[in-house]
């Protein structure tokens, strides 16, 4: 009788065991998937220098798209959700060859930490999605100079469910413009390609012109 109740005891452990590991085991079939390109580019990196800037992704999966989450890199200062204003129609001859305009993206709706939330439609997997942020007040770069400053774009649907998630990293440097002073001389030149013309004898009301054109040539720099 004991070693019966002994039994019934470890094979009631092992049950409880199963349900308490089942939820860590099939959570990881819940992941992401990996955006198949990411690009976050700042028009300005210099240290402590507000900053607009361009966000793409070409998404992975087929799922529907509500919202897209842009996680700035730690330390850059972010303004509130309404300066993260948005563009897709100017300013787009610097997106990659390729990219269309992201469907349906919005002006954030939500600043938490370094996380930035923006309204976003369904987008076609493999297709490569930009849009602009326009406002310098949005972002402001660290105060720091350093090579790699990670961050992270990822889409979600409404329930939020996360559906394709990819990291980027952008430098922060020192000093980010080149100023170039040059003086240029001036130059300026008159040549004509003579002095005297053998016209002959002109007559009140019968036009003439010399046989050989005199010509003036003008260069200059200016």
Do not use: H
């Not at 842009?70 to 100017?90: I, M, Q, S």
């Not at 002006?107 to 997997?125: H, Y």
């Not at 105060?143 to 922060?172: K, L, R, Y």
Request: proline content about 5%.
């Amino acid at each position: 009788m004991n070693k019966s109740r002994r039994i019934a005891y470890r094979s009631a452990a092992v049950a409880v065991a199963l349900v308490v590991l089942a939820p860590a085991v099939f959570s990881s079939f819940a992941s992401a998937a990996t955006l198949t390109a990411v690009t976050v580019r700042f028009d300005r990196m210099k240290i402590s220098t507000p900053t607009t800037g361009t966000v793409c992704a070409k998404p992975t999966s087929t799922a529907t798209e509500a919202t897209v989450k842009v996680t700035y890199p730690t330390g850059y200062a972010l303004g509130a959700a309404a300066t993260f204003t948005v563009d897709t129609t100017t300013n787009i001859t610097s997106w990659p060859t390729g990219a269309a305009a992201w469907t349906g993206i919005t002006t954030a709706s939500n600043v938490t930490g370094q996380v930035v939330t923006f309204g976003s439609g369904d987008l076609t997997a493999a297709q490569l999605y930009c849009f602009n942020w326009i406002n310098s007040a949005a972002v402001s770069i660290k105060g720091s100079a350093t090579s790699s400053n990670s961050g992270a774009v990822e889409t979600f649907t409404g329930t939020p469910t996360s559906i394709d998630v990819s990291s980027f990293s952008t430098p922060s440097i020192a000093e980010d413009q080149i100023v170039v002073t040059a003086t240029v001389p001036q130059a300026f030149s008159f040549a004509l390609s003579g002095n005297a013309d053998a016209i002959g004898v002109i007559t009140s009301g019968t036009p003439k012109t010399g046989a050989t054109p005199i010509t003036v040539t003008i260069n200059t720099n200016a």
